[in-house]
C-alpha cells in the first residue's frame, strides 16, 4: 500500500490480505496479521476485542489456519480460535452476546464435522448444533439484535429440503427453519436466476 497521490515504488508499506486503517484519516495502522490468501469476510466481536477472519487460506503469520482465524483488532496477533472450514469462508456473523459465530460460505464441512454451507461455533472455536441444510453457497448471514433468529442469503434454492431462494430465516439454536414471507424472484435456470450478496439489519428491518 502507498499513501494517495505517491508514485509507483514510493511510500509502499508491504500487508498481506488483511491491514487497518485509522477511519478518521485513512492512515494505515500496524495491525499486520500477515494472512496466507485472500480475505473474502470480516466480523468484529461485540466487545470489540477480537476480529474474525474468513476466506481461502492455509495459515496465518505462519500458523495453521483453514479459511478461518481470529486475531487481536488492537494488535493483530492470531488467536487461539481455530476451527476450520473445509472451502471458502464468506460471511461471518456473531450473535448480539458474541457466544454464538455464524458462519457461511461454499463449504461441507466446518471443524471436521459436516455443515453444508453454513454453521456455527462458538468464541471459544466449538462447533454448535446449528446446522441449516442448503444446497448452494451462503454469502451473507444477520442476527437481529434480540436474537430471535438468524437470516441467510446467497446462491441456494433450497433450505431444509424446502424450496426458499436466496434468503430464509432459520432457529438461532438448530439451524430449523422459521416462518419467512419472502422469497427472491426470479430462479428460472439457467438463463435467469437471483441471489443476495448481503443482509443488513437495523431494528426491525432486514435489508
Not at 460471511?91 to 448480539?96: G, M, Q, V
Not at 458474541?98 to 466449538?126: C, K, W
Not at 435467469?192 to 437495523?202: E, H, P, Q
Amino acid at each position: 500500500m502507498r499513501p494517495p497521490g505517491d508514485p509507483a515504488g514510493r511510500g509502499e508499506v508491504a500487508r498481506s490480505y488483511l491491514a487497518a486503517f485509522s477511519a478518521r484519516t485513512g492512515g494505515l495502522l500496524s495491525f499486520q496479521p500477515h494472512v496466507g490468501g485472500p480475505v473474502t469476510a470480516l466480523a468484529v466481536s461485540p466487545n470489540g476485542r477480537t476480529l474474525y477472519v474468513g476466506g481461502q487460506f492455509s495459515h496465518v503469520g505462519g500458523t495453521a489456519r483453514d479459511n478461518l482465524a481470529a486475531v487481536s483488532t488492537s494488535s493483530g496477533a492470531l488467536t487461539s480460535w481455530a476451527p476450520a472450514a473445509s472451502g471458502k469462508v464468506l460471511t461471518i456473523a456473531p450473535s448480539p452476546a458474541g457466544s454464538q459465530i455464524y458462519i457461511g460460505g461454499a463449504f461441507g464441512e466446518l471443524d471436521g464435522q459436516r455443515r453444508t454451507f453454513a454453521g456455527a461455533v462458538t468464541a471459544t472455536g466449538g462447533l454448535l448444533a446449528w446446522e441449516p441444510s442448503l444446497n448452494n453457497a451462503v454469502t451473507s448471514i444477520a442476527v437481529p439484535s434480540d436474537d430471535s433468529r438468524v437470516l441467510v442469503g446467497g446462491y441456494f434454492t433450497q433450505i431444509n429440503g424446502v424450496t426458499q431462494n436466496a434468503i430464509g430465516s432459520t432457529n438461532p439454536v438448530t439451524g430449523a427453519s422459521d416462518k419467512w414471507a419472502a422469497t427472491v424472484v426470479p430462479d428460472q435456470p439457467p438463463g435467469c436466476t437471483s441471489s443476495v450478496k448481503d443482509i443488513v439489519i437495523s431494528g426491525g428491518t432486514a435489508y
